[in-house]
Every structure is written in structure tokens, then in C-alpha cells.
């Protein structure tokens, strides 16, 4: 991948890069199109399909984590992709468990709430394997969506921090009609659960509502309140998250208002979703 990377480079080809773990759906196929859109009909988009061990925790759903290469393939195929680079476990982490693989990248500040407190582990996967994937690759411009809004933003700052010579482009999120994010994960949902699935959007709409009618700031306490309350009705439903947040800080608001933003993660089930918006 290096090598051919570095190919391209020689010939100034620009480089467009989507990492993925598969299992790809249309959020993922609209991030290739956004790749194409920044670097032209003359560059090269790479789509990496990696389902990363060091970003699950062993409780997990690594194992059982969807795939399905001979669809992924023929979806990469129909979108014009150029490369898909599917590196095994042995190259990217060789001997990871018997201590052959030990540096990682850590961002200590956005990764620290939300996502990074219900996993502790993940975000350093994350950042470890996009760097490593950065170092293969070498795009000029990286593909990540929305939907992973806290994942997108400790990128951001790695890229930045670590001068990585990418320029990071977060795509928005891709809904079902009845307002679910798309997530290979949704997947896992069962018939009764997937109607229950809608609560994220709807607690979304819910803040938005309450935001939109309102002049003064809403105690972020009282919007919680009333999410939950909105969660509960959902018999399959438990909430592990919900914050108000500093869009560039990812700190927690006490206030909530116009401009800022909510995410939160929710189990339905055993399936844990996650979803956000700016408000
Ligand atoms: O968002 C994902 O699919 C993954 O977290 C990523 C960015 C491919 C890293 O493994």
C-alpha cells in the first residue's frame, strides 16, 4: 500500500482516503463520493475495510462485528474506488498479545467524555490505527463521517497535533427515512427493536424542538429529564449517555442552547447505537 502510495505521490496524484471496518452501507459510500468530490476524477480514492482489535474492548462485539467482503468489494467496485487495502491483524499489530506490538496514540483531551467514558480503550485505538493508516496511505484528504462526531474531532486534533500533512473532512450523517443513522451495527437489531432504534433521532428532535422554542437557554438537567423520560417509553431501550456539549471543546454544557451540540449512545437491546446533532 506504501509503495504504491508513494507511486502516486511521484506523479502528484492526490490521494483520497475513507477508512472503514466494513460492512459498508450508504453513510460509507457517501464518504467515497465526498473523496472523489475533493480530489477529482484524476486522483486516487483508497478505501481501507480494517475491523480494528485495539478499538474494541474485550467485552466487546469484535468477534461478532458484521462482514461481508464480497459485497463490500462489488460496492467499492460500482463507486469508482481505485484501491481497497485490507490488511491482515499479523501486519498491522504482529504479535500484538505477546507483547511484539506496544506504541500507541493517545489524545488526552477530547477523548477523555462521552464515548471515551463508557470506553475507556477506544479512542486510543482509534487514533493508533488511523495514524498507522495515514503512514500506509498517504492521502491529502481523509473521509470521516458525522456520525462519529467525538471519533471525527479527536482525528482533527491528532492530525493537527501530530502534523500529519492531511487535511480531515467530516461528512454528514445518513439517515433511514424514519430518522435512524445508518450503522453497520444496526444490523444486530431485532424486528421488535428496530422501530425502538428511531428514539435516538427522536430525543434529537425532541432538544431541537425545545431549543427552537425558546428564547433563553434551557438547563441541560431539564432536557435530560424529559429525554429520559422519552428513552423510557422504549421497553428494549437504556441510555447510556446524553450530552450537551461544546462543539470545539466537547465539554459539557450546563445550558443548552442554539448552536451547540447532543449526543448520546443508547442500548437497544444488547445493540449499542450512537448519534448526535448540532442543536
Ligand atoms: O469509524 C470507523 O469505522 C473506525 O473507527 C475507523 C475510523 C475506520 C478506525 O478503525
Known amino acids: 500500500m506504501q509503495r504504491l502510495a508513494r507511486h502516486w505521490k511521484l506523479a502528484a496524484t492526490k490521494i483520497g482516503f475513507v477508512p472503514t471496518m466494513g460492512y459498508l452501507h450508504a453513510g460509507h459510500l457517501s464518504l467515497i463520493h465526498q473523496a472523489r468530490q475533493l480530489i477529482g476524477p484524476h486522483g486516487q480514492v483508497v478505501v481501507s475495510i480494517y475491523v480494528n482489535p485495539t478499538q474494541f474492548a474485550p467485552t466487546e462485539d469484535l468477534a461478532k462485528y458484521p462482514r461481508d467482503l464480497t459485497r463490500d468489494r462489488a460496492l467499492c467496485r460500482q463507486a469508482g474506488v481505485d484501491a481497497l487495502f485490507m490488511p491482515?491483524?499479523?501486519?498491522?499489530?504482529?504479535?500484538?498479545?505477546?507483547?511484539?506490538?506496544?506504541?500507541?496514540?493517545?489524545?488526552?483531551?477530547?477523548?477523555?467524555?462521552?464515548?471515551?467514558?463508557?470506553?475507556?480503550?477506544?479512542?486510543?485505538?482509534?487514533?493508533?490505527?488511523?495514524?498507522?493508516?495515514?503512514?500506509?496511505?498517504?492521502?491529502?484528504?481523509?473521509?470521516?463521517?458525522?456520525?462519529?462526531?467525538?471519533?471525527?474531532?479527536?482525528?482533527?486534533?491528532?492530525?493537527?497535533?501530530?502534523?500529519?500533512?492531511?487535511?480531515?473532512?467530516?461528512?454528514p450523517t445518513i439517515r433511514e427515512p424514519d430518522g435512524l443513522a445508518l450503522s453497520s451495527r444496526n444490523k444486530y437489531l431485532s424486528a421488535e427493536e428496530r422501530?425502538?432504534?428511531?428514539?435516538?433521532?427522536?430525543?434529537?428532535?425532541?432538544?431541537?424542538?425545545?431549543?427552537?422554542?425558546?428564547?433563553?437557554?434551557?438547563?441541560?438537567?431539564?432536557?435530560?429529564?424529559?429525554?429520559?423520560?422519552?428513552?423510557?417509553?422504549?421497553?428494549?431501550?437504556?441510555?447510556?449517555?446524553l450530552e450537551f456539549f461544546d462543539p470545539v471543546t466537547l465539554r459539557p454544557l450546563a445550558l443548552v442552547h442554539r448552536g451547540i451540540r447532543v449526543a448520546l449512545a443508547v442500548f437497544v437491546g444488547k445493540t449499542r447505537l450512537i448519534d448526535n446533532a448540532m442543536l
Not at 467514558?117 to 491529502?140: E, M, Q, W, Y
Not at 422501530?195 to 438547563?219: C, D, F, G, N
Request: aromatic letters at 8%.
Open 195 to 241: 422501530p425502538q432504534a428511531t428514539v435516538l433521532w427522536r430525543s434529537i428532535q425532541l432538544a431541537r424542538a425545545r431549543v427552537a422554542k425558546v428564547k433563553k437557554p434551557i438547563a441541560s438537567k431539564k432536557l435530560r429529564t424529559e429525554i429520559t423520560r422519552l428513552i423510557a417509553t422504549c421497553p428494549a431501550a437504556r441510555l447510556d449517555y
Open 88 to 171: 491482515p491483524d499479523a501486519q498491522m499489530y504482529p504479535n500484538r498479545e505477546a507483547g511484539g506490538y506496544s506504541t500507541y496514540v493517545v489524545e488526552e483531551a477530547l477523548s477523555r467524555g462521552m464515548e471515551g467514558a463508557s470506553r475507556p480503550t477506544h479512542f486510543r485505538g482509534v487514533a493508533t490505527i488511523v495514524a498507522k493508516l495515514f503512514n500506509l496511505v498517504l492521502p491529502d484528504v481523509a473521509v470521516f463521517g458525522a456520525k462519529d462526531f467525538q471519533q471525527a474531532a479527536v482525528v482533527e486534533r491528532m492530525t493537527r497535533d501530530l502534523n500529519f500533512p492531511v487535511k480531515i473532512f467530516v461528512a
